[in-house]
């Protein structure tokens, strides 16, 4: 589960550092504005973003109320508690002993104490009881993940592949092959507002960087439309690589997310001169990369469907990825065969991806692999 924890830092610093780490030995996501990384969004909008995607929202309450934002009137955390509200997800209350509330917080306080039946509410004195504390909470809310199965769609499944999005930024070299990967929700979902893909793909970009799919060096085109919110790699003019038989890494790489709730990721694949070669391990390796980074902006759906595709491919073929820029011969690609595509075929639980990426990206692998053979 995704835990959100909601606080003022102020006179809660040590119980905030604490908690990230007693919440992933209980085998959960903290989320907290100081992890989020720098980003162009808002330290608001990211937060607010963050209750937004959470499963369990935490709530510790000191002496301190917060700075009230203009336009709402109310403290950031009051902001997050009501977004946790309205979501109808799991709170978890968390009072300090011995404290003496100023008058917004005590009103706050008495607030949230109106939500109480339900509700985990505790007190504490200190970290090591906090931890208990939350140890007991967050178990208790733990549900049993469905068991991994795949089932054959019912009905056709659209995907927004990324060479038929004109919005999506484009590769400059069109015979570099890049790989990408498309998860969508089965069920009809809420629809993001349009007024909040701005802010959405600054977390993109953001999340990207931290987690190593982007440099913090790299240029990004960071922005959206009426239906996607992206962040991309752009090409920076440099060239990488240079004799024929040499390694030609591109730096292409993206994520975008639409509307719906649908989420794709892309990078383009090492090459030489004769194009790029794969093979079931190398791509089950890289789909299950992939797929790790799309987690975290799966829809609240119950179950998702998974296609992949290789475009273009006319200079992919089957074998050891690692001869690529040390080979003096080899077999080129099919002239003239475009894309390769895994389209939607099954689904799945959304709630058991997390946990199941191998499988998931060896199925996507075993696919693609049969399509090379088939049209080489």
Known sequence: MKVFISSVRRGLASERDYLPDLIRATGNVPMRFEDFGAQDLTSRGACLGGVQDADVYLLILGAEYGTEMGDSGVAATEEEFNVAMERG???????????????????????????????????????????????KALNEQQIPAPPFQ???????????????????????????PVLEVHVAPIEPTPLRPVAALGDLAVRLAGDARQQGFFGHGDPLDIDSDTNYAWAVRVDDGQRRGGGWNELRTDPYAGIYVSRPGAVTIFQALPRDTMGAMVD?????????????????????????TIAAAIDPADSVTLGDPTAVGHRNSGTMGAFGRGPIYAPPADQIATSTLGTHLHEVARDLAARIVQQLRDTR
Do not use: C
């Not at 079931?280 to 998702?304: C, E, G, K, M, W």
């Open 89 to 135: 997800i799991p709170i978890l209350v968390f009072v300090k002993a011995g404290i003496d509330p100023e008058p917004a917080q005590q009103d706050f306080m008495d607030r949230v104490g109106n939500y109480q039946e339900g509700r985990f509410w505790a007190g504490f004195a200190d970290n090591a009881e906090l931890g208990v504390r939350v140890t």
């Open 150 to 176: 795949q089932v054959a769609l019912t009905h056709q499944v659209e995907v927004a592949w990324r060479s038929q999005q004109s919005s999506i930024p484009g590769i400059r070299d069109s015979h570099t």
């Open 280 to 304: 079931d391990n190398d791509l089950t390796q890289r789909f299950t990369v992939l797929l790790r980074h799309l987690v975290a902006y799966l829809p609240a759906s119950a179950n998702i």
